[in-house]
């Protein structure tokens, strides 16, 4: 099938966007996950469930001054590394997006691929550390393995309507020249 390189290239042009817009849905939804169920509605911390875990991890009570202190350094490891990630997804897309900026921000595409690095931040989180590793459950008690459950469903429907969003939107090619000689982020 023969086709010519502009059409070529804004087929392949969402994947240039891929890599950023999931790096920045993976932090984005750490920090929506640390800043709701850690801060917020205190839920769980990084830590609070290694009376029970599957790797003997010391238990860090969060209930006494000392455990608490240790939950959250460690929740504040945590977010370190959703900020890095962050800061990656937005240099790696400033790095290959050169032109039409303002455009690739209000793309369907990039924000398509953003919930879908939101959501496979919820199914590596809620499998690695709430099922395998056992570290910390969403909201402990009897029914701790339902809210784990809904964060995995969770993960999967911001998966899944990541990509329905971005098959929606156009295609856009961040490395092409502006159209009318301007950039579109450039205002």
């Known amino acids: 099938m023969a086709t010519t390189s502009g059409a070529a290239r804004a087929v392949q042009a969402p994947a240039d966007i891929r890599l950023p817009g999931i790096l920045l849905g ?35 009570d969060p209930r006494t001054v000392s455990g608490l202190e240790m939950n959250t350094v460690w929740d504040g490891v945590f ?43 919820n199914i590596v989180e809620g499998l690695l550390d709430h099922q395998i590793l056992g570290i910390h459950h969403v909201h402990g008690g009897p029914h701790r393995i339902w809210w784990d459950m809904g964060f995995l469903l969770l ?15 156009r295609s856009v090619d961040p490395g092409a020249p502006a159209r009318g000689g301007r950039e579109a982020g450039s205002r």
């Open 79 to 121: 977010h370190a590394v959703c900020w890095l990630a962050v800061l990656t997804g937005l240099a790696v897309l400033h790095s290959r997006v050169t032109h039409e900026r303002r455009r690739v921000w209000t793309s369907r595409v990039l924000w398509g691929w953003v919930l879908v690095g939101w959501g496979l931040f």
């Open 155 to 169: 993960g999967l429907l911001l998966l899944a309507g990541g990509r329905l969003l971005g098959r929606g939107g």
């Open 26 to 60: 993976i932090g984005l939804g750490g920090f929506v996950d640390g800043i709701l169920l850690h801060q917020l509605l205190q839920w769980h911390h990084m830590l609070t469930s290694t009376n029970d875990d599957r790797i003997g991890v010391r238990y860090y």
